[in-house]
C-alpha cells in the first residue's frame, strides 16, 4: 500500500514562492518516479514536474519551467516542489504522484499508479 501526503499549499502573492512537500509511505520508495500535477476547477489534470527514481532527471511542463524545482530526497522518502515566481495561473490543487513501472519519466503517455490526496495552492495578483 503506498500513501502520498502532500504539505505546503497556501495563499501567496503573485511573486511569492511555496514548497510543497509529498511524504511517501512505501517501502522502496527509491525505485518510484515520481511527479507533481495541478487541477483546477472545470479542467483536466495538467502535468507539472516529475523526476526520476536517482533524482538524476527531471522534466518540467513549459509553464513552469525555469520557476518551479522538483527534488527528492531518497533516505526521508520525500519529494518537494519549490515554487517561485508565483503567478495568479499557477492557482490549483496540487498533486503528488508515484510510478513504479521504471519506465523513463518522459515515456509518451506515462501513467503514474498512486496519488496524493492534494493541497490547495492559491495565488492572487
Known amino acids: 500500500q503506498v500513501q502520498l501526503v502532500e504539505s505546503g499549499g497556501g495563499s501567496v502573492q503573485a511573486g511569492g514562492s511555496l514548497r510543497l512537500s509529498c511524504a511517501a509511505s512505501?517501502?522502496?520508495?527509491?525505485?518510484?518516479?515520481m511527479g507533481w500535477f495541478r487541477q483546477t476547477p472545470g479542467k483536466e489534470r495538467e502535468f507539472v514536474a516529475a523526476?526520476?527514481?536517482?533524482?538524476?532527471?527531471?522534466l518540467y511542463a513549459d509553464s513552469v519551467k525555469g520557476r518551479f524545482m522538483i527534488s527528492r530526497d531518497n533516505t526521508n522518502k520525500r519529494v518537494y516542489l519549490q515554487m517561485n515566481s508565483l503567478k495568479p495561473e499557477d492557482t490549483a490543487v496540487y498533486y503528488c504522484?508515484?510510478?513504479?513501472?521504471?519506465?523513463?519519466?518522459?515515456?509518451?503517455?506515462?501513467?503514474?499508479?498512486?496519488w496524493g490526496q492534494g493541497t490547495q495552492v492559491t495565488v492572487s495578483s
Open positions: 512505501v517501502y522502496a520508495f527509491s525505485t518510484y518516479s
Open positions: 504522484a508515484a510510478d513504479e513501472s521504471g519506465l523513463r519519466i518522459d515515456y509518451p503517455g506515462l501513467e503514474y499508479d498512486y
Open positions: 523526476i526520476s527514481w536517482s533524482g538524476d532527471s527531471t
